[in-house]
């Protein structure tokens, strides 16, 4: 079994797009046609199969549980690119965050511009 999208509510559905192809370099996927206009669906392909939506919600606010130790999102990503990675994340206003335990592998955590928490786990 694998996750074949996750879906993430936003206030700016363009600017977090631009974000995680600029950071990640996912791929724009054509907009399905079942969805309202007015939520400006977007699509991104993190992997063959595997999808991020993007969803237009003006009242979205980030939860308080997320965090290393509540809601997040882990994502395993090339640990050669971790340097580079980080610099494009902050470049593009995200906050890097250091873990709060040590653990036998390469990671580190990032709050999007959204206020989502991010893991990224070393490949």
Not at 52 to 79: C, M, N, Q, V, W
């Amino acid at each position: 079994m694998a996750i074949a999208h996750f879906t993430l509510a936003t206030r700016d559905v363009a600017a977090t797009r631009r974000f995680f192809q600029d950071t990640f370099g996912w791929q724009a996927l054509e907009h399905h046609t079942n969805v309202p206009a007015e939520l400006e669906p977007a699509w991104l392909e993190i992997a063959p199969g595997q999808e991020l939506h993007l969803l237009r919600t003006p009242d979205f606010k980030p939860s308080p549980f997320d965090r290393e130790y509540g809601r997040h999102i882990a994502l395993y990503h090339p640990a050669p690119d971790f340097p580079d990675l980080k610099r494009r994340l902050a470049q593009h206003g995200a906050q890097l965050i250091d873990p709060l335990r040590e653990t036998t592998f390469e990671r580190f955590f990032f709050k999007d511009p959204n206020g989502y928490i991010f893991e990224v786990i070393a490949q």
